[in-house]
C-alpha cells in the first residue's frame, strides 16, 4: 500500500494540473477572441469589467450562473441535461494526452495521437443529444446538420494527421515531436492546411458555423439553452480550440522544439498553440459563412483528395528517403 503512495501522489498532481489548464486556457482563448475581434472590426467592445476589460469573461461566467436553468416540456430531460457534459468532457480527456514537452505530460501513451483524435471526435454525441434531447425542431435539424458536418470533416482531419504518424513511423505524439525535422514545414503544409481546415469545422467556427447560424436556424442544438448549461457549451468551444491549437503545434510545428528547449520546452509549446488559436480567432473575423452544400461540397471534392494526395506524398518520402 505504501508502496503506491508515490504512484497515487504523481496521479493526483497530474490531474490537478490538466484540470488547470483546462479551466484556464480556454477562458483565456475567449478572453483572446473578445480583444482580437474588437482591435481587427475597429470597437473597444466591454471595456468596464477590469483594466482594459479583461474580466468580461469572468463577468459574463457569473451572468450565466445567475440565469434559470430551464428545461422546455418537450425535452426530453436526461438527454438535455447531459449533453453539455458530453460535449465538454471529452477535450479535458484530450488535454491529459498532449504532452507540451519530453517530461510534461499527464498521459503518456503508446498510441496517443489515436487516443487524442478517437476522444475529440465524440464531441458530436454532445451535440446530437442536445438537439435530439430539446424537443425543438430548429435544434433538431442544427443538430444533423452539426453532424454531417462533423462526420464530414472527420475524415480528412484523421488523414492530414495519419500522413505526419506516417512521416514519423510512430502514433506516440512524443515519438512524432522527437522525430520532427524543420523541412517538415514544407513537406507536411498541404496537410497542415487541410488539418486547420477541417479542426475549424469541427469546431463549428465561423465560416463553417451553418449548424448555428442565427439567421438560418435561430441557434441550431443550443436554441433551447441557458444559463449554465449554454455556458458549457460556450466552454467547449474554446476547449477546442486549445486542444486543436496544442494538436496542431506538436503535429505540424515541432511542438516545444526550439532555443533552450530543455528548459523552454512548455514555453514553445504555448506559443505555438497560441499563434494557431490566433489564426482560427482571425478566420472568423475575416471570412463569411459558407452555405451548407457548399460546405459539404469543400470536404469531400477539395481536402479529402488533398488528404489523400499528402498520405501518398508521404508514403513515397518514406520510402525514398526512409
Known amino acids: 500500500m505504501l508502496s503506491e503512495l508515490p504512484l497515487l501522489a504523481e496521479t493526483i498532481v497530474k490531474a490537478v494540473v490538466v484540470l488547470a ?38 463577468a459574463d461566467g457569473i451572468k450565466f450562473a445567475q440565469k434559470e436553468d430551464v428545461v422546455p416540456a418537450a425535452a426530453d430531460r436526461w438527454v438535455f441535461r447531459l449533453a453539455p457534459a458530453v460535449a465538454l468532457i471529452p477535450y479535458l480527456v484530450a488535454l491529459a494526452a498532449i504532452p507540451w514537452s519530453s517530461t510534461w505530460i499527464a498521459a503518456d501513451l503508446p498510441a496517443g495521437l489515436l487516443f487524442v483524435l478517437a476522444v475529440s471526435s465524440v464531441g458530436v454525441i454532445g451535440t446530437l443529444m442536445a438537439g435530439w434531447g430539446s424537443g425543438n425542431k430548429y435544434s433538431l435539424l442544427g443538430g444533423m446538420r452539426a453532424a454531417a458536418q462533423l462526420v464530414s470533416y472527420e475524415l480528412p482531419l484523421a488523414l492530414a494527421a495519419v500522413s505526419v504518424a506516417l512521416a514519423a513511423g510512430t502514433l506516440s505524439l512524443g515519438g ?22 477541417a479542426a475549424v469545422a469541427e469546431l463549428q467556427r465561423t465560416p463553417f458555423d451553418a449548424p448555428i447560424a442565427d439567421g438560418e436556424i435561430v441557434f441550431g442544438p443550443y436554441t433551447e439553452y441557458t444559463g449554465l448549461r449554454f455556458a458549457f457549451f460556450l466552454l467547449a468551444e474554446y476547449a477546442g480550440i486549445v486542444v486543436f491549437s496544442l494538436l496542431f503545434a506538436v503535429l505540424f510545428l515541432g511542438g516545444w522544439g526550439g532555443p533552450w528547449s530543455d528548459v523552454l520546452g512548455p514555453l514553445w509549446t504555448l506559443l505555438k498553440a497560441g499563434l494557431v488559436a490566433v489564426l482560427i480567432l482571425w478566420l472568423r473575423v475575416a471570412w463569411p459563412r459558407v452555405r451548407e452544400d ?17 498520405v501518398a506524398l508521404t508514403g513515397l518520402g518514406v520510402v525514398i528517403w526512409g
Open 21 to 58: 489548464a483546462f479551466l484556464v486556457l480556454p477562458l483565456a482563448v475567449g478572453q483572446t477572441e473578445h480583444k482580437v475581434m474588437g482591435h481587427m472590426q475597429g470597437r473597444l467592445g466591454p471595456m468596464e469589467a477590469g483594466p482594459h476589460g479583461i474580466a468580461q469573461l469572468v
Open 176 to 197: 512524432i515531436v522527437g522525430q520532427w525535422q524543420w523541412w517538415w514545414l514544407l513537406w507536411q503544409l498541404p496537410g497542415a492546411v487541410v488539418f486547420l481546415v
Open 294 to 310: 457548399q460546405l459539404q461540397r469543400l470536404a469531400w471534392l477539395v481536402l479529402l483528395p488533398a488528404a489523400l494526395g499528402q
